[in-house]
Every structure is written in C-alpha cells, then in structure tokens.
C-alpha cells in the first residue's frame, strides 16, 4: 500500500499531459494588402489651374511692347 499512493498521485499528476493533444501549430496570417485610392480632387483642380495660368497670360499680355514715343520732338 505505501507504494501505490505515489504511484497514484504522480499517475494523477501526469494524467493531463498523457491525454492533451499533439503539438500546436499557429500559422500566422499574411499581412492584408492596403490599396490606396488615387485622388480624385486633385484631378479635377488641375485642368481649372491650367485654365487659370492661359487665362492670366491672355490678360496680362507679353510685356516686351515698344516705348511710347515722345508727344513733342526734340529740334535738333
């Protein structure tokens, strides 16, 4: 009898090892893949800047004109 009692407790003590599974195995989930948006602002405010820039330079003209002449000439 006294050998029996540790043989049953350490029987009771293993008992969950001998019956838990086989070896866990996690398999780690790739990363998601993250598409970015093109946006759609941007392309709706570049022809309106352009138009702004022609418009400008229709107005604002060349600036390379010819001198005014002189209302009176010089004698001379």
Same mark, same amino acid.
């Given at each position: 009898?006294?050998?029996t009692a540790p043989i049953?407790?350490?029987?009771l003590a293993f008992a969950?090892?001998?019956h838990a599974?086989?070896? $866990? +195995?996690?398999e780690e989930e790739g990363q998601p893949e993250?598409?970015?948006e093109k946006p759609a602002s941007s392309i709706g405010i570049?022809?309106?800047?352009l138009g702004? $820039? +022609?418009l400008c330079a229709i107005a604002c003209g060349g600036g390379d004109d010819d001198p005014a002449p002189d209302p009176q000439p010089v004698p001379g």
């Open positions: 009898m006294k050998i049953l407790a350490l029987s969950p090892m001998a599974g086989g070896p $866990v +195995v996690i993250v598409i970015a570049l022809p309106l800047l702004v $820039v +022609v």
